[in-house]
């Protein structure tokens, strides 16, 4: 008897403790079996017996749910510590991406005029002959059209060459005053150390009544927008040809890897070249039926850019996609 008591406050598992019951409480078990002595108990005794057994049968089950509820609980506890997560230790870090050096420069530079209230245009990269070169004061057969190796489709339409049809595009939706930049990507047959088929430039264009817009606005934002992106240079306004502008300028920073002593990526000259601008020559106003406006005008390739800021020898590295390249621009 005393052993039944024992086997139930020893079992140290649930599953010891379910073997325990079936012992006592099953259909062949300990009490069952007891109960079913019944019918040899003489009558007078059975009352008793049956009482006794009852009691017995309490407490067997007061021992059981005892035990029961103090292993469930141990188990609990066990579940929740094993499942604990520990929410200060580190885990494995993501690889994390970053923007393109290229467009990392663009951003820059459109911070750059978006602070100075320009808006941002856009055009389609399909562009036709109108927006592209007519509008632009580039007849056909005109040889400046030769400046520009285009990609043509048909005779129609094209892979645009530059951003400027975005300047067309803008002044014929809108009426003037007009302070825009349109950054996009542009197309030429070209491929070497410094040049690739697709590549990215930012335009601009001012236009206003004809006493507010000057060459000397033009010089005075161009040289200190080169020198937010370029520090401390020198810069210089080369006269220059555009079909587009008149007059028209280069426009050359001193050269920040020798800074104007004369190395191998400035030629020796201590200058380079970033971009090109002017003012809006009266035909494109004429072609987007404009009248009694000024307006300056200027274009840069991104990639250029890039490159100077990065020191990149070879700018189609840019475009190889190869993940150990972009890693080092961070
Ligand atoms: N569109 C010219 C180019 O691609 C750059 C430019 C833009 C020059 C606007 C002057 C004014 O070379």
């Known amino acids: 008897m005393e052993n039944l008591e024992e086997k139930i406050v020893q079992a140290d598992s649930l599953e010891t403790l379910e073997k325990v019951r079936v012992e006592l ?95 941002v245009e856009q055009g389609p990269m399909v562009e036709d002959d109108f927006h592209n070169f007519e509008a632009l004061n580039l007849p056909k057969y005109h040889p400046a059209r030769d400046m520009q190796d285009t990609f043509y489709f048909n005779d129609a339409s094209l892979l645009r060459t530059h951003t400027s049809p975005v300047q067309i595009r803008t ?53 200190d927008f080169l020198q937010y992106m370029f520090g401390e240079v020198e810069v210089r306004f080369r006269p220059s040809f555009f079909p587009f502008t008149e007059p028209s300028a280069e426009v050359d920073i001193s050269c920040i890897f020798c800074e104007g002593e004369g190395c191998r990526v400035c030629s020796h000259t201590g200058w380079l070249e970033v971009l090109g601008c002017g003012i809006v020559d009266p035909n494109v106003f004429k072609s987007v039926g404009y009248e009694d406006v000024s307006g300056y005008a200027f274009g840069l390739g991104v990639e250029r850019f890039a490159m100077l800021m990065h020191k990149i020898p070879d700018l189609r590295s840019l475009f190889e996609g190869d993940i150990r390249l972009l890693e080092q621009f961070r």
């Not at 009544?209 to 033009?218: C, E, G, H, R, T």
């Open 25 to 119: 409480f099953g259909k062949k078990g300990f009490i069952a079996t007891e109960f079913a002595k019944m019918k040899e108990v003489p009558g007078p005794k059975k009352k008793a017996y049956a009482e006794g057994l009852n009691k017995r049968k309490a407490s067997l089950q007061r021992s059981f749910d005892a035990r029961f509820k103090l292993l469930k609980a141990q188990e609990v506890e066990r579940l929740l510590k094993r499942e604990a997560i520990d929410v200060s230790l580190y885990g494995s870090q993501g690889q994390k991406g970053a923007l393109h050096p290229v467009m990392e420069t663009m951003d820059k530079i459109i911070d750059y005029f978006v602070a100075l209230n320009f808006a």
């Open 171 to 223: 002044m014929m939706e809108r009426k003037p005053p007009i302070r825009m930049i349109a950054p996009g990507t542009v197309f030429r047959r070209d491929y070497d150390l410094t040049h690739t088929p697709m590549f990215h430039q930012v335009e601009g264009l001012v236009v206003d009544a004809k006493d507010k817009v000057s060459f000397a606005n033009l010089k005075s934002i161009l040289t």
